[in-house]
């Protein structure tokens, strides 16, 4: 995993963390300050081998077992141990085992006064030990008590270093490899931050005995803000999410009809996204919410099964269509054969209706001929007969009804005029009803028409698919890496409250 340190050049080597306290390491560094000039002239009579001796008469004088005993404390009421902690590299983050690999180099610092030698040797100013003399003197056993496993260096030889000055101070270094545990919150994956943490207590030594120098309690611990670099990432999740709902877009280019090669490139894309989230997986613990990653997936896949969809809607009206095209043929030509029959029944009763025409007697014919001017005539005689009749016209009522109308002339006027507005409104109001209805029938008729195309779902699919991933992806990105900066912004907050 890809990670970035909120510590400053995490990786760089021997960097410290600021654990050690001050008074111990600035008494060290003053020394040379304080000595005058005579001791400063007695140095340079010192030679490589007055100095061996004196070394030699240091160890075998302050190591003596009538006079040191490495069971017993330095200080009956307590010593004050401070903490260098340099980190070298951190790797091997592990989300699975929720943990954490790192080379640190840990030193301890603390005052033991059995351990002087200014009366014994002016030419020492501090003598530098091996691993092997680790075993001769008393240790505050400081370890880190949360982590999952601590080894020491031994390449070649145990990374130990011993520093022993003439006022007794005790500085010791070990080159450690750490395994430490990580809280881990996978909600935000890939763009979640990991805080890891190491604490340092002595396990041999309450806190009456060993104080460790940092904050009013006396475990030590190290917290480390790990943030997640996504670039990586964009190319081995996201981009193939991507590429493989793109693909699922290729067959609305297609023919409808073409569906094999339409189906192929739609299952294939599921397939692959599938088959990519499995790998993604394997690498994560098992945990019971939702993470970003999650979204991300289902998402995609949600895009791809629509797209299935949008191919199955596509084959049935295809498949609706092509039986109704084979059931309107069927018609149209059970239509032309009957039309065919039923002229040619009819060309078979005209032409023996012509034939039995042409054998009628001359006679026969004159007779109906003169029966139907018989006919005519006295039709004829019955009309002239009632003529007068029908002609006659009733004045005196035509003129009563004109002196009524003259009395209520007023009346019908207005009554008229009422009803011709109301009339007009009705109207009005009906050829709205009317062109209303008009359109909803046309859009409806529209609507249906368009929803049995086959080419008509595929025209909208290239639109609104690609539109809808887009927002898909914007509100996304937005979501989850805007909260992911609130939230660390809330984590150095915290940070920066808890220090003061």
């Not at 004050?80 to 989300?95: G, P, W």
């Not at 039309?339 to 026969?364: G, K, R, V, W």
């Not at 001017?373 to 029908?390: A, E, H, M, P, V």
Request: aromatic content about 12%.
């Amino acid at each position: 995993m890809v990670i970035n340190s909120l510590l400053p050049n995490i990786l760089n080597v021997a960097q410290i963390v600021n654990i050690v306290s001050p008074p111990i390491v600035e008494t060290i560094r003053n020394k040379k300050e304080t000595e005058n000039d005579g001791s400063l002239n007695y140095k340079k009579e010192c030679t490589p081998e007055l100095i061996a001796l004196q070394s030699s008469q240091i160890l075998n004088n302050i190591f003596r077992d009538d006079l040191y005993d490495k069971h017993l404390t330095p200080d009956p009421l307590g010593v004050n141990v401070s903490i260098e902690l340099a980190l070298q590299t951190f790797y091997d983050i592990s989300e699975l085992s929720a943990s954490f690999t790192a080379d640190v180099l840990m030193s301890q610092i603390w005052l033991d006064r059995r351990l002087r030698y200014t009366y014994l040797g002016s030419c020492i100013e501090n003598m530098t030990l091996s691993s092997v003399i680790v075993e001769r003197f008393w240790q505050p056993f400081v370890c880190f008590v949360n982590s999952k496993k601590s080894e020491l260096h031994v390449s070649p030889s145990p990374n130990t270093f011993v520093l022993i000055y003439p006022n007794g101070t005790v500085w010791m270094n070990y080159r450690l490899r750490v395994e430490g545990p990580c809280y881990v919150d996978l909600w935000l994956y890939p763009f979640n931050e990991e805080e890891c943490e190491l604490v340092l207590e002595s396990y041999a030594y309450n806190a009456a005995n060993v104080r460790l120098m940092w904050r009013d309690w006396n475990p030590l611990t190290v917290n480390f803000l790990l943030t997640r670099q996504f670039g990586v990432y964009l190319f081995q999740m996201y981009f193939p999410a991507q590429t493989a709902v793109a693909m699922s877009w290729i067959p609305f280019f297609l023919d409808y009809r073409s569906l094999p090669a339409r189906i192929t490139l739609s299952v294939s894309a599921l397939m692959s996204i599938t088959f990519q989230y499995g790998n993604i997986l394997k690498s994560l613990p098992r945990v019971s919410y939702v993470m970003s990653v999650d979204v991300w997936i289902f998402g995609s896949i949600a895009f791809i099964a629509s797209s299935l969809i949008e191919l199955a809607i596509v084959g049935h009206l295809h498949r609706k269509y092509r039986s109704r095209n084979f059931r309107r043929k069927s018609t149209l030509l059970l239509e032309q054969e009957q039309d065919m029959l039923h002229s040619i029944s009819q060309s078979d009763a005209a032409l023996n209706i012509s034939m039995e025409n042409s054998f009628i007697p001359t006679d026969i014919e004159d007779n109906l001929f003169e029966n139907s001017n018989i006919s005519t005539k006295n039709n004829r005689q019955k009309i002239n007969g009632y003529g007068t009749f029908l002609l006659k016209r009733n004045n005196s009522k035509r003129s009563s009804m004109r002196r009524n109308y003259k009395l209520n002339d007023q009346n019908n006027k207005r009554i008229f005029k009422e009803n011709e507005e109301k009339t007009k409104i009705e109207y009005k109001q009906i050829e709205l009803l009317k062109y209303l209805k008009m359109r909803a029938n046309k859009l409806i008729n529209n609507v249906k028409r368009n929803c049995s195309d086959p080419v008509y779902w595929d025209e909208r699919a290239r639109i609104y698919f690609p539109l809808s991933y887009f927002f898909f992806n914007v509100a996304y990105w937005t979501y989850y890496v805007g909260y992911h900066k609130i939230l660390r912004q809330k984590f150095l907050n915290s940070n920066m409250l808890s220090d003061a």
